[in-house]
C-alpha cells in the first residue's frame, strides 16, 4: 500500500522517521516534503499535496492513505480535510486511531509531533494503517451524507425525531 507524508517543521523528525518504518514494514511511503528543516514553512503546502494525492489515487481505485503531521496535528488534519474525498482525522491514541478506520473510514491520520513519544506515534500510524473500515451500514451511511454535502453544499434532511425545534423549525 502506498502512504503519502505531508507535514511541517514540527514533524519533519517524525516523518524521517516513519520513511523507514513504513518501508521496513512493506508500505511504499511516498515523501510529500519537507525535505530540510525551515522553522517558517507552512504546513498546507506539504499536507494538502499528501492529501490531493491519496484522494486522487483513491479516485482512480487505489487504497492508499496518508500522514500529515505538524506540532499539534489540528492544522494539518484541517489542511488535509478541504481536499475533497478526503476524511482526515487527529488521532491522539490507539483507541482513535482504530475508530477512525473503523466508524470513519479515514483515509488520512494527523498526528502531533510534539504530543507523544515516537513509539507512541508509530503506533498509532501502525495501528491506523492495520485496521479496516468495518462497513456496517450506520457508519457508510453517515459517510455517505458528509460526501453529499461535500459536493453538493445541501444539509441532510432532518430526522423526523429534530423536526419543529431549532434554526430549521
Not at 510529500?32 to 522553522?39: L, T, V
Not at 483507541?95 to 502531533?112: F, I, K, M, Q, Y
Request: aromatic share 6%.
Amino acid at each position: 500500500m502506498r502512504v503519502h507524508l505531508g507535514c511541517d517543521h514540527a514533524g519533519l523528525d517524525l516523518k524521517e522517521h516513519l520513511l523507514g518504518w513504513l518501508r521496513d514494514h512493506g508500505y511504499e511511503p511516498v515523501d510529500h516534503g519537507p525535505f530540510q528543516y525551515d522553522a517558517l514553512d507552512d504546513y498546507p503546502v506539504f499536507c494538502l499535496r499528501a492529501a490531493d494525492a491519496v484522494a486522487s489515487e483513491r479516485a482512480a481505485g487505489g487504497d492508499s492513505l496518508g500522514v500529515v503531521i505538524g506540532g499539534s496535528g489540528n492544522g494539518e488534519q484541517m489542511a488535509a480535510n478541504k481536499v475533497p474525498g478526503i476524511r482526515a482525522a487527529l488521532v491522539w491514541s490507539e483507541e482513535t486511531a482504530v475508530l477512525a478506520r473503523e466508524h470513519n473510514d479515514a483515509n488520512v491520520v494527523s498526528l502531533g509531533g510534539r504530543m507523544h513519544t515516537l513509539e507512541e506515534l508509530t503506533r498509532f500510524v501502525e495501528v491506523f494503517l492495520s485496521t479496516p473500515f468495518t462497513g456496517d451500514e450506520r457508519h457508510a451511511r453517515r459517510i455517505g451524507q458528509v460526501a453529499d454535502y461535500e459536493s453538493s453544499r445541501q444539509l441532510p434532511a432532518l430526522p423526523e425525531s429534530a423536526r419543529g425545534r431549532g434554526p430549521d423549525a
